[in-house]
């Protein structure tokens, strides 16, 4: 068959049983050739130059994989040690929180938890980033995260579909999540007036927004998804809320109220999850949304070769520039571009491949996005707001 | 103790367990989605949901290639009988890797493993282990044990192939008055020879164990294929129930020497086990030869949970391949004699390693510590 792999890479030819020679079940990808509209953008390469970018980003791969060891474990160990030391200490403090201090404390300390937690631990555990270690307790297939949904659930929709159709129009739901209209592909209907307030409502309950989409109502009405999946993913989500509920809104409170701080407690983990929910929204937002990420039509994947879905990655994605603490609360989510030409490289090594990804988008004449996380914000709220009304914007 | 105070305490650890499983159970509602042995790892690393672990409590060298390692494992292990052996996993350059070690220490007393530096694993077992490491773990398993009744005994061991056999002679022998045991072991040097002063002791105290070293530096292999020289180590031999643990070679000759002596029962043409008996005689591998370099060709080997699949070569067991391609894959000894690694077969066929034979059909549980892809082949993992 002359097809090969979507996301996780290294041709065909690669031997077998070297670590990260595997590679998801083949997708789409042509051998060789060009789409048949290649994105305006990248209309200015040729198939050899967009054959050479792949092969370029394809080495780069490599040697990261070749140097991928025991550095990379303790990075991830300590990450986790540190989130849970966090998690615990903000509960505690929780515990007395009737003293403002306390309250101050285990609500900024359970954020920083749960943000970690969902950054930079469980989004790239749930991408396969460590699973090449072979440790249970850090792997995709067992990983469970504290956010609503749940991981099976998420890594569906995000790693195979997210990943896969990257803001093509009709295939990519991360486009505006059903919900917002984020591109002018998308036809304006009067209820798009509303999405500033849809998105403002969805900021601090995105953990709810995520949970819901990962359902795939839309599927499901359109028939692509059967009933018996969507009860199954009805009932694993059910579970998933009753335990999140229990922990945070009863457990936690009711232990807290020995000390008399239940209401305080509660109001704690409200407040961290919202703190969460909208700092993880707005890193998101920042991924694909903000001025000089394109979206892509349908015929601009097909026929798509392993560096005309390189260059669609770079081109569709954003950076956030910043310090290191600014890139491990994002989870390196930051590194959105490096995150999406490699998935499931280790979150702790996209740093490093930055320069040179950078480079490579300089010499072939492509764009790399990327600002300070203000401007990125504000430059995907704007896009909110604009797309709010009818007819054509004008983006780059 | 008598029976009634037996049943007590054993009553009472059910309890303390019910107890502890309760408590578990509550305290997780304050930690899902982690288990609290999760947040107790932060404190002490034997703590897992998921994977049994020891920690290192003492290491002792014991020849120039080989170290005893003591540990403690965490809850879920229990005591081994001598002979037994675990798997241990070990991490190299961030990634684990799992081998079998036999229990050198007696039955009843704190696990403990001797390594032999000949690669990979065992060499950083043996290099690098030091009191405070964490080990991984699964429970105490296989049949190289005792007999159940007491009989003479012969052991004819080589090299590493001493350990399960060491077990049980410090279980047996200052245990029992009864015991009657014979040892002939084959080293290369004195040096080399590991146990040697204790087990001299132990010969030296207890005249019910004999003990005939075989150094191979100075008087060449020994040679198994005729009964000479067991005749002149132990005169007796075919009276007594043996057990021999080393090189392949040294137990095919073992094996063919027992069966001419006309003691196998087994019945003809029916296959012996590989860790099984041999009429009187019985034996633990610690490795097992492959058919390879033969120029099979392989396929792409589906791995259908996860989702991932890889370019495998003939020679390969599955069991490698998925493991370097960051599958959780199930396994043992990883030498085709436990059954650990049953994984069920979807489509495609498997070369046995072992023999060489083709076989497979859809639903098939493969061992896939001695299988190969011939082929494309879809695994359910
Ligand atoms: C049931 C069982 C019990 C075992 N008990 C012990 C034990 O008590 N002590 C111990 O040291 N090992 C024991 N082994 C062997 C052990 O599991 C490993 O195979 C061994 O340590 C080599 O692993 P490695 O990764 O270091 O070498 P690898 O890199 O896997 O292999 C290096 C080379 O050494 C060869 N080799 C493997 N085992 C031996 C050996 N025992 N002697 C000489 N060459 C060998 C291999 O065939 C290979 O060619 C046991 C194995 C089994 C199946
Ligand atoms: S791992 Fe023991 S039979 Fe395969
Ligand atoms: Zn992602």
Request: proline share 6%; hydrophobic share 40%.
């Amino acid at each position: 068959m002359s097809v090969i792999s979507p996301s996780k890479t290294t041709p065909a030819s690669t031997k077998g049983s070297a670590a990260g020679g595997s590679r998801t079940r083949p997708g789409k990808l042509a051998e060789s050739g060009s789409p048949t509209v290649r994105p305006p953008a990248a209309a200015h390469l040729s198939d050899e130059q967009v054959a050479e970018l792949g092969r370029e980003l394809d080495a780069i791969r490599d040697e990261i994989l070749a140097k991928r060891g025991a550095e990379d474990a303790a990075y991830i160990r300590r990450m986790i040690k540190i989130q849970r030391g966090l998690e615990i200490s903000g509960r505690a403090a929780l515990l007395v929180s009737k003293n403002k201090a306390a309250w101050v404390t285990g609500t900024t300390l359970l954020s920083l938890a749960k943000i970690l937690e969902n950054m930079e631990i469980g989004h790239n555990v749930l991408h396969g980033q460590w699973d090449w270690m072979r440790d249970p307790d850090i792997h995709s297939t067992t990983w469970e995260w504290d956010f609503v949904t749940p991981s099976r659930s998420w890594q569906h929709t995000h790693n195979d579909l997210h990943h896969r159709w990257t803001n093509v129009v009709g295939k990519d739901n991360d486009v505006g999540y059903n919900l917002l209209r984020m591109d002018e592909q998308q036809p304006w209907k009067p209820v798009n007036l509303a999405n500033p307030l849809f998105n403002a409502i969805l900021a601090p309950l995105f953990e709810w927004g995520i949970a819901i989409y990962d359902l795939e109502l839309t599927e499901y009405k359109e028939g692509t998804k059967s009933k018996e999946a969507l009860l199954k993913d009805l009932k694993a989500l059910g579970k998933k809320v009753v335990t999140q509920f229990t922990k945070d809104y009863a457990a936690t409170p009711a232990v807290a109220m020995l000390t008399g701080s239940g209401k305080q407690a509660l109001y704690g983990t409200i407040a961290a999850n919202a703190i969460r929910n909208v700092w993880a929204h707005a890193v998101i937002f920042c991924g694909h949304f903000p001025e000089g990420t394109d979206t892509f039509t349908e015929e601009m994947v097909e026929g798509e070769t392993r560096g005309d879905w390189y260059v669609r990655q770079m081109i569709g994605s954003a950076n956030i520039s910043g310090s290191k603490f600014m890139h491990i609360m994002t989870g390196n989510l930051s590194h959105q571009i490096e995150h999406h030409l490699f998935p499931d490289l280790p979150s702790s090594r996209y740093a490093e491949v930055a320069p040179r990804v950078r480079e490579i988008c300089q010499r072939y004449g492509l764009k790399y996005t990327t600002g300070p996380l203000i401007k990125q914000v504000g430059s995907s709220w704007a896009k909110v707001f604009k797309l709010a009304l009818p007819g054509k914007t004008a983006t780059a | 103790m008598t029976e009634r105070e037996k049943y007590g305490s054993r009553r009472s650890r059910l309890n303390r367990m019910i107890r502890l499983r309760q408590l578990a159970q509550a305290a997780s509602v304050l930690t899902t989605p982690l288990a609290p042995e999760d947040i107790l790892a932060l404190f002490n690393p034997v703590y897992s949901a998921r994977q049994l672990r020891g920690v290192v409590t003492r290491v002792v060298q014991e020849t120039a290639q080989s170290a005893t390692i003591f540990f403690r494992p965490g809850r879920g292990w229990h005591s081994h009988l001598a002979g037994q052996w675990a798997r241990i996993g070990v991490e190299l350059d961030g990634v684990r890797h799992w081998r079998s070690y036999s229990l050198s220490a007696p039955a009843g007393k704190d696990p403990a493993i001797t390594v032999t530096d000949v690669g990979a694993v065992s060499g950083t077992l043996v290099r690098t282990t030091r009191p405070g490491d964490v080990l991984f773990l699964a429970p105490p398993q296989g049949d190289f044990v005792l007999p159940e009744h007491p009989r003479p005994l012969l052991m004819v061991t080589a090299g590493s192939g001493i350990t399960p056999v060491m077990s049980m002679i410090r279980t047996l022998v200052p245990r029992r008055p009864d015991a009657d045991v014979v040892l002939v072991h084959s080293a290369k040097t004195p040096g080399d020879s590991l146990f040697r002063e204790e087990l001299a002791e132990l010969a030296d105290q207890f005249p019910n164990f004999r003990l005939a070293h075989w150094f191979t530096g100075e008087q060449g292999r020994m040679d198994l294929t005729s009964t000479d020289q067991l005749d002149e180590l132990c005169p007796d031999w075919k009276e007594r129930a043996a057990y021999a643990c080393g090189p392949d070679s040294f137990l095919d000759d073992a094996e063919a020497l027992w069966k001419r002596a006309a003691l196998t029962t087994a019945a003809p043409g029916s296959e012996v086990a590989v860790a099984g008996t041999t009429g009187n005689l019985m034996i633990e591998r610690f490795n097992t030869t492959f058919n390879l370099g033969v120029g099979h060709d392989g396929g792409v080997v589906t791995f259908e949970t996860s989702d991932r699949e890889v370019e495998a070569d003939g020679d390969t067991p599955l069991l490698d391949v998925g493991e370097d391609a960051g599958i959780l894959m199930p396994s043992g000894c990883r030498m085709g004699i436990c059954h650990s690694c049953l994984t069920p077969l979807r489509a495609g066929q498997v070369r046995d390693l072992r023999t060489g034979e083709v076989h497979g059909e859809p639903g098939q549980l493969i061992q896939t510590c001695v299988s190969a892809a011939a082929g494309p082949v879809n695994l359910e993992l």
